[in-house]
């Protein structure tokens, strides 16, 4: 049986530079996604518009998909847009049993 898992990401970006997350986003998810098959979503906090999350789901090989999406993060300069201070917190998720 093979165990899918749940990716959360989440993290606050400085004021004024959604448009251009919005767009390293795109591309972002694009490439992680041709090169994992994984499709990404990204969601922004209702009562906190500088943080957002990109979440993935049904991620079969975690080191693999770890591994691409950090290096596809850091290529398309999501890092450079976050809040002083602030990083890029991961949670994984499985189904129970």
């Known amino acids: ?12 970006i400085e004021a004024g530079r959604e448009a251009e997350l919005l767009a ?31 979440s993935y789901e049904g991620v ?11 290096s596809h993060a850091f290529r398309h300069g999501l890092y450079e847009l976050l809040a002083e201070g602030s990083r890029r917190h991961m949670e994984r998720f499985r189904a129970p049993g």
């Open 1 to 12: 049986m093979t165990v899918r898992i749940d990716y959360f990401v989440y993290y606050r």
């Open 60 to 70: 079969s090989d975690q080191y693999e998909f770890e591994i691409e999406l950090g």
């Open 24 to 54: 390293a986003l795109a591309t972002m998810q694009a490439s992680l996604h041709a090169a994992t098959g994984i499709a990404g979503r990204v969601r922004r906090r209702l009562d906190d518009p500088s943080t957002w999350m990109e």
